[in-house]
T-cell receptor, first 116, second 112 residues
Framework: GAVVSQHPSRVICKSGTSVKIECRSL??????MFWYRQFPKKSLMLMAT?????????EQGVEKDKFLINHASLTLSTLTVTSAHPEDSSFYIC????????????FGPGTRLTVL | QQPVQSPQAVILREGEDAVINCSSS?????VHWYRQKHGEAPVFLMI?????EQKGHEKISASFNEKKQQSSLYLTASQLSYSGTYFC?????????????FGTGTLLAVQP
C-alpha cells in the first residue's frame, strides 16, 4: 500500500519550453501532496505544499509563476515548470500524505529534468 | 531552519553498527526517518512523535529525546542493503500543513 507514481521519470527539453510532471497516489487518497527539488548529493528542498481543490502554498524563494502546481483531485497533482532554463535542471520528487496522526509522506520515484 | 545531521558520511564493514544524529534548534512535533538510494525516491523508515519515544524494527531503531530537539537512528549489524543516504524529516507544530523539513543528510556506505 501507499504507492505514489510520477511521470515522466526522465525528461530532456530545450530552454524556453514548459514541462509538466504528474504525481499520482495509486492506492490511497492524498489530502496533501508536496513537491521537492533535489540537487546532486544534497537534501530534499520543499518547494510547495498543495491541498486538493485549493491553491498551493509555496516556500520562500520559490517562484509560483514559474512552478505551477495543480491539485485537481485527491489522487493527482501536477507540477509545470514554465519557460524552463538550464538552471531548472534537477531531480523533482513528489510525496503524498493522508492527514492523520502520523502524516507520513510517501514519495514518488522522482523525475529527472534536464534543460538544454 | 534545516535540521543538522551528523556525521555527514560514514563507511562501515558489514556487521558493524552506526548511529546517525538529527538535531534541531527548536522543539519538534515529529521526526520522520527516510533512506534514499542513489537516483531513487526516499523510503520511509519510521516516525517518532513523543519525547522520549524509542521505536524500531529488525536492526534499525530510533529515539526522540525528551526535549524533542534531537533524534538518533541506530543501525546494528549493518547489511549491504543499508547503504544509502539517510534523512531525518522534522515536523513543526503539526497544526497546519504537516510539511516536513529535511535534514542535511548522512551518506552511509556498507562494504563487504
Amino acid at each position: 500500500g501507499a504507492v505514489v507514481s510520477q511521470h515522466p521519470s526522465r525528461v530532456i527539453c530545450k530552454s524556453g519550453t514548459s514541462v509538466k510532471i504528474e504525481c499520482r497516489s495509486l492506492d490511497f487518497q492524498a489530502t496533501t501532496m508536496f513537491w521537492y527539488r533535489q540537487f546532486p548529493k544534497k537534501s530534499l528542498m520543499l518547494m510547495a505544499t498543495s491541498n486538493e481543490g485549493s491553491k498551493a502554498t509555496y516556500e520562500q524563494g520559490v517562484e509560483k509563476d514559474k512552478f505551477l502546481i495543480n491539485h485537481a483531485s485527491l489522487t493527482l497533482s501536477t507540477l509545470t515548470v514554465t519557460s524552463a532554463h538550464p538552471e531548472d535542471s534537477s531531480f523533482y520528487i513528489c510525496s503524498a500524505s493522508l492527514r492523520g496522526v502520523t502524516d507520513t509522506q510517501y514519495f514518488g520515484p522522482g523525475t529527472r529534468l534536464t534543460v538544454l | 531552519q534545516q535540521p543538522v545531521q551528523s556525521p555527514q558520511a560514514v563507511i562501515l564493514r558489514e556487521g558493524e553498527d552506526a548511529v546517525i544524529n538529527c538535531s534541531s534548534s527548536k522543539a519538534l512535533y515529529s521526526v520522520h526517518w527516510y533512506r534514499q538510494k542513489h537516483g531513487e525516491a526516499p523510503v520511509f523508515l519510521m516516525i517518532l512523535l513523543k519525547g522520549g519515544e524509542q521505536k524500531g524494527h529488525e536492526k534499525i531503531s530510533a529515539s526522540f529525546n525528551e526535549k524533542k530537539q534531537q533524534s538518533s537512528l541506530y543501525l546494528t549489524a549493518s547489511q549491504l542493503s543499508y547503504s544509502g543516504t539517510y534523512f531525518c524529516g522534522t515536523g513543526g507544530s503539526g497544526g497546519a500543513t504537516n510539511k516536513l523539513i529535511f535534514g542535511t543528510g548522512t551518506l552511509l556506505a556498507v562494504q563487504p
